[in-house]
């Protein structure tokens, strides 16, 4: 079975820290995902990487930003933690081919007071 | 663009009851369509899946068939569990390394 392990389950940060979310996954796959979560609206992409060093923008990409320096690494950075960024991330993994599902972590819950 | 459209919820049913969740979507080629499930305070688990047009995929006793003429992918189940609580997510893809696209979620609560 594919495990997408984020690194915490729960964070508490104060305003205008740096923020590291950290993913692993151990299937090889070239995709990885960043989701966030919110109620009302649903799952929005942040940024997703296609290969090491290579990354693209979702949808929802002002205020963050990633790295890839290895394969199964995707790390998520919020450059100073705002409020509006209290959310539910999710960390995902695939395989290129569409017709593959992507695999989620269990999400790390955020909180910036 | 791609969107996913799901009914609304939350579904209330009694145990033993059919469920049905619709799902219709709108996307450019041919995508391949998922159902996600996602259990309180987990992350999404993926629930069963389709590639092509009348594949229909199941796991777990529920079902769902992919009707390109409708553009529709509705999860059925024959007789829900309390253990089915949870929000069921439809979401489709296209191309390679593209995200998923997904619908706002249905929430579906089984009572005894």
């Known amino acids: 079975d594919v495990k997408v392990t984020q690194s915490s389950r729960y964070l508490v940060k104060r305003t205008g820290e740096k923020v590291f979310l950290e993913c692993v996954q151990d299937?090889?796959?070239?995709?990885m995902f960043w989701y966030r979560q919110d109620p009302g609206l649903g799952l929005r992409l942040i940024y997703f990487?296609?290969?090491?060093?290579?990354?693209e923008k979702g949808d929802i990409p002002e205020g963050y930003s990633v790295s890839r320096e290895k394969k199964e690494r995707f790390s998520l950075i919020l450059e100073s933690a705002s409020t509006n960024q209290t959310s539910m991330y999710l960390c995902a993994s695939s395989l290129v081919s569409y017709n593959s599902p992507l695999h989620f972590g269990n999400g790390t819950r955020l909180t910036v007071t | 663009g791609n969107s996913v459209t799901q009914m609304e919820g939350p579904v209330t049913l009694s145990e033993e009851a059919f469920l049905t969740i619709n799902c219709t979507y709108t996307?450019?080629?041919?995508?391949?369509l998922f159902w996600y499930v996602q259990y309180p305070g987990e992350g999404l688990q993926l629930l069963l899946k389709?590639?092509?047009?009348?594949d229909k995929g199941s796991n777990k006793g529920f079902e769902a068939t992919y009707r390109k003429e409708t553009t529709s992918f509705h999860l059925e189940k024959g007789s829900v569990q309390v253990s089915d609580s949870a929000v069921y997510f439809c979401a489709l893809r296209t191309g390679t390394a593209s995200k998923l696209t997904f619908g706002t979620g249905t929430r579906l609560q089984v009572t005894l």
């Open positions: 990487s296609y290969d090491v060093k290579m990354k």
């Open positions: 299937m090889d796959h070239e995709n």
């Open positions: 996307a450019t080629g041919y995508p391949s």
């Open positions: 389709a590639t092509k047009a009348d």
